[in-house]
């Protein structure tokens, strides 16, 4: 392995979301492997223009403004970008590691004047798409995007066509190495029309390992007031409400469980209580929590963790959860199945987009009292042993060093 190669990632976002601690963790771990590692994300190069970061980010989403009657998804175009070719960490890089990219950090069309080679990590489905983070269905990416439902277009070639096409032309004879991870992501990139001729890496990402094992805090159920005949069911993400998180099904789910049985614990922003407040039915919201030492006793206080993704490279509030030892209900056919096998491994696999079915996944947990735990347990062993930061470090440089031979 050559340890001589100088790698810089260039990471989009801020600084508490999971994308960026995703890089920011695989940055730290090639650091202590003795990699000369360097990042560069948009806090960085514009350290005291706040200003200059809402000009790009609302020029890069001005064309959505034709299509006033879109969806509220994640739909980003990569037309604008910062301006890293003149960074010294960029210029003194043997490699360019992309990660997430978007929300005005990266114009796609600067691929064009990168000179080296180029890994590039898949936190989601947008580098194949025409422009969606996730498609929720949508298989036009398979061949050509056009009116598109998240823009609610009528029209034959619009934003997502245009796009495609940019997207086809900047990363056509790239030397591009995709890293995605999950098998459910690889499957999804390999029937795309942009990179179905590419090479396509499955790496399975590494955990906070540290920070996150059981330990059972009794004086926080108490600090919560929480009741101790309840069984505490916990759901949460960054952004509970975003559509590929399905939580209009797990809403629906709640219609089918003795409501009196159970209260819900919800973390990460929840922007409209109505809907839950409709339900009649126990909840605490805790709002965005960036604490791993309150996260991992809330997992491990919890009885039942809920993952209602539809689609998601690899959610990791789900490893998370499974390493406090707190099984898991969640839809099958997605990537949370590379750890996951229902009723075996990890908890319950519901049929996919089937809110009863999730409300009997919870149900039938509720009632398997330790053996709940064992299942947790046996997803915990599997985590550790498959994902896990030397397994990661180890392919990512070994990559590393043959894209760079070549």
Known sequence: MNRNLKIVHLVGGEENSGAFKGANLLHNDLCRSNIDSKIIYEKKIDKKSLFLRKIRRNYEKFPKIFFPKREGTSFSSGIVGINFLKDKSYLDADLVHLHWINNGFFNISHLSKINKPIVWTLRDMWSFTGGCH?????????????????????ISYDLSTFNQNRKEKYLKNKNISFVVNSNWMEKMAKKSKILQDEKVYTFFPSFDLNNFYHEYDNTLKNKLNLNPQKKIILYGAQNIEAKYKGFNYFLDSLDNLDKSKFVIIFFGHLWNENEIKKKKIEYIKLGFVNDPNFQRKIYSISDIF?????????????????????PVVYFKNTSIEDICESKIVGGYGAKYCDSKDLANGINWLSDQKDNAKDLAEKASVKILKSFNSEILIKNYITLYDKITKI
């Open 134 to 154: 996730y498609t929720l269905g949508c298989n036009k990416f398979e061949k050509t995007c056009h009116k598109c439902p998240q823009l609610n277009s009528k």
């Open 306 to 326: 809920v993952a209602s993704s539809l689609q998601e490279g690899f959610p990791k509030t789900v490893a998370e959860s499974l390493l406090c030892k707190t």
